[in-house]
């Protein structure tokens, strides 16, 4: 596609600051990377090898699983008490299971499952040294050859010695170890009230055993803590229970005593008076305690009123309804009186009157208080009578007896009572944790699902084959991105537009290199005359017409580049061919004095000896000396001539002026084959004189950098350059192009057909 922009939009760049940073075209990038699919499909494909490789190496696990019910809500009723019977708590929560779930993944259960399943002999729990087991094959072999040679003591000596190394570790150390690599292969999680507990090994049975043996050992080591906890228990309660009994019989001993010191007898008579004694020392505590009380509420009610307290926190005062209303209405007046005070002033009649009113219900309220503190007066008092009415009865009942041995006799009696009911409940408990120690493997957890037998292992290596897949595919995908990213040089016409603010004038594909140049630049250009609906003469034609209609059609064309190597002078020569077809009269320049491209591929058209442009610039030629005619192309060519040992002073000169002004007037369409910007400053001195200028980029090749210094070079010239070429471009890859073209037509004349 072409891009019209109109000369003057173009601006004139000063420096490298001038142009804006390339934009990323991840349409393009994309499309790059989708090219590279033979890449993406090696590493993917390597990936997989890879991940073979690898799941070859690591053995295959198998995991087994068993299941314990911890606790059955419908199987642990004991029918005779009628209670819960859990095998470890109680009542069961999220931490009691936590606690059995850390039990089952402590060093203890691995250790007893490491030592019953003699697991520190298992290869699969050994750790794998190369050097240890390198020393051990290397044993064996000397005890064979030593047998073999004769010398059986000398092999049964290298035995022993590698038993002895072997021996070396204590036993106690490889539990441990054992322990710890158990329960790196084991997994415990809960489910409601089940446990699973779940093993993996190499061997799918050594799974399985693992895993039955861990549950049964667990189970067999809370049987023995629930029945040692059990007899802890019960010893604990059998020895209380014994103490209790012999509490009780030496009060009940010395209550006989007391009884037989003091006279006291256990008839009719004696037990009434007893009783009435036991009733009014009962009665006499009751009656102080209520002195007590009714004296503290007393003082602490007097205390509020002589010191104008909160009488709220007297229960008597708050209990009395008289005394609620004058507070309610004491309140109702004081926010009455704040309010109106607030609007009117304090002296207004009104204020004054609710003042009035409120010091009468103030008086009401002190009166009313006194009135409630005389009935708790009066209370107090009758209680202090009672308690001493009380006191005189208990004294006449004991006036003939030691009231003391009485008091002394109920306090035993008491003891004897209390001692009595603690025996009984303790008697009963010690009788319960007998009857659990009895049936206690009807509540003790238990396997509901025994240890599966795995048929396969525990993870299919198929996802490890997907993710490796995936893996590679993405990193395929991801360093045939970063190849297409940091690849150097322009990839799109977009991205030289949108970063030197400059036009592409045309795209030249790329050809053939497998030919020497001149033969290829031979058939280039023929294929130009021959093959006119090539896509080659299409895309140069594309190129001058697009430079004719960008700047208003230029006579004097100045073909360079950046950097050598580029195509400059191939471009020249194809767009000299392409104006040279269209019927103009064309000449062709080659100005590059040092590489003479244009002349070596164009020598069919001159003697060894015929001068060039360096002599015509120098005076020792004439015009019609060195200008020749291509037979195919009609091109009119000025070769380069001999090495000047001063090209840029030539090109400069008045004599080059007066070159271009008379080719001006006998052609139509000068195109001059310039050196590179950046190597030299000819190209630079060409400049002044052409009316424009095309510089050719050599595509996915030439550095924005070079570019830029190049325009740099051009000063202020740099406002003669009618656009950018893309030199060497695989149409196919360039976006905006949407496949390939018909190869054969330009491979016809690179010698590919």
Known sequence: MLNKVPAESIEYIEDIGGAQPPSIDLFAVLKAVLRRWKLVTAITLSALIATYGVLRLVPERYKSTVEILVYDPQGQIDATVQKPI???????????????????????????????????????????HRIPNLVEQSYDRIAVLAERLGFPGLGRAFNDSRKNIGDTEDKAAKLDRVADELLKNMDVWQDSYIINVATTSR???????????????????????????????????????????SQILETESAIEKLKVTNGIRDSESDKVREQQ?????????????????????????????????????????????????????????????AELQNKVGERNIQVVSIQAQLATVNKQIDAEAEHVLGNMKNGYDIAVRREQSLEANLQSLTANQNSEAYIKLQQLRRLADADRSDYQTYLTQYNDISEKRELQNAGVARIISPASLPREPSKSRVKFYALGGLAGLGGGFLLAFLLEYFRPGVKSTTEIEQTFRLPVVGTIPLVSRRKTRDVSRYRLLDGMVHEPLSQLSETVRAMRISLDLLSANPKVILITSALPGEGKSTAAMLLAASSASSGKRTILLDCDFRQRSTSEALRRLRSKHRPGLSELLRGTAKLEDVISEDPVTKIHVIPAGSMAPNPADLLMSQGMLDLIAELRSGFDYIVMDAPPLLPVVDALALATVADKILVIVEWRRTPHASIYEAFRVLGQEANRVAGIVLNKVELNQLPGYGGGYNYRLIAKYYGNA
């Open 277 to 337: 004694i036991g009733g009014l020392t009962t009665q006499l505590m009751t009656a102080r305690e209520d002195v007590n009380d009714k004296r503290a509420r007393l003082e602490q009610a007097r205390h509020v009123i002589d010191t104008k307290g909160d009488i709220d926190s007297i229960p008597e005062f708050t209990a009395s309804a008289a005394l609620t209303d004058l507070r309610h209405k004491q309140r109702e007046l004081n926010w009455s009186g």
């Open 86 to 128: 859990s095998p470890f708590v109680d009542a069961l929560n999220y931490d009691a299971m936590n606690t059995e779930i850390n039990i089952l993944k402590s060093k203890s259960v691995a250790l007893r499952v490491a030592r019953e399943l003699g697991l520190d002999r298992d290869p699969e729990f050994q750790p794998q």
């Open 203 to 245: 061997d799918p049975i050594e799974a399985q055993r693992l895993a039955s043996t861990i549950a049964n050992d667990y189970l067999a080591s809370q049987r023995e803590a629930r029945q040692e906890a059990l007899n802890n228990v019960a010893t604990w309660l059998k020895r209380r229970v014994d103490d209790l009994q």
